[in-house]
């Protein structure tokens, strides 16, 4: 009974190339995230989404693309991978209703390593 | 640039006794504060929030805020070893809002 679910766990390609990252949430909410991981464990947000909508697009180089076919689904397309792309991507998800409340539910990561 | 200092740690603590976690942030818009905690190898999940100034109460988790020192805090009572993780504040403001995580405070519980 997954609430915020990814594929693929873990991501292993080589400089150069194009992968996509998806990602699924059946909680009801409004608002997807993408965020990175690095080494370090420091967190920071990449993209949001509400109802499909961007609403957050942070400093991330344009090979990043983000795509919500609805509100449930949200998926990061990364084009000509680079070593620095190496990280723990996770996807969350919140219902966006009281900024006060409002929790973030994560997914179980995808670790991405770059050769 | 919006800041949220933590304490890398690690911290350690025996088993049983209160292990204290601090966060302090920049931005004084910040109107609510999240706790999640992240396992090794795991994603970060919520412990607890807190957007009134003094102490919420969760079991054996209590955070304190202070607004006007830009202050939150958590406390954990009776720690044990299954607490040992990694302890991320996260400040939330009104409106449209950049979701910032601090770097996290690293907490061990030994027996």
């Known amino acids: 009974d997954t609430a915020v679910s990814q594929t693929p766990k873990y991501l292993v390609t080589q400089m150069g190339n194009d992968k996509s990252i998806k990602c699924e949430q059946n909680l009801g909410h409004d608002t997807m995230y993408w965020y990175k991981q690095d080494s370090k464990k420091f967190l920071k947000i990449m993209f949001s989404y509400n109802n499909k909508e961007l609403i957050i697009n942070e400093t991330v180089p344009n090979r990043f693309s983000p795509k919500s076919p609805d509100k449930a689904h949200l998926n990061l397309h990364i084009n000509s991978l680079e070593l620095g792309d190496s990280a723990v991507y996770f996807c969350?998800?919140?219902?966006?209703?009281?900024?006060?409340?409002?929790?973030?539910?994560f997914g179980p990561g995808t670790r991405l390593t770059v050769l | 640039q919006k800041e949220v200092e933590q304490n890398s740690g690690p911290l350690s603590v025996p088993e049983g006794a209160i292990a204290s976690l601090n966060c302090t942030y920049s931005d004084r818009g910040s109107q609510s504060f999240f706790w999640y905690r992240q396992y090794s190898g795991k994603s970060p999940e919520l412990i607890m929030f807190?957007?009134?100034?003094g102490d919420k109460e969760d079991g054996r988790f209590t955070a304190q805020l202070n607004k006007a020192s830009q202050y939150v805090s958590l406390l954990i009572r009776d720690s044990q070893p299954s607490d040992s993780a990694t302890y991320l504040c996260?400040?939330?403001?009104?409106?449209?809002?950049?979701?910032?995580f601090g770097r996290g405070t690293s907490l061990i519980v030994h027996p």
């Open positions: 969350a998800s919140s219902l966006y209703r009281d900024y006060r409340t409002d929790t973030q539910y």
């Open positions: 807190i957007y009134s100034n």
């Open positions: 996260a400040p939330r403001a009104g409106g449209s809002y950049i979701p910032t």
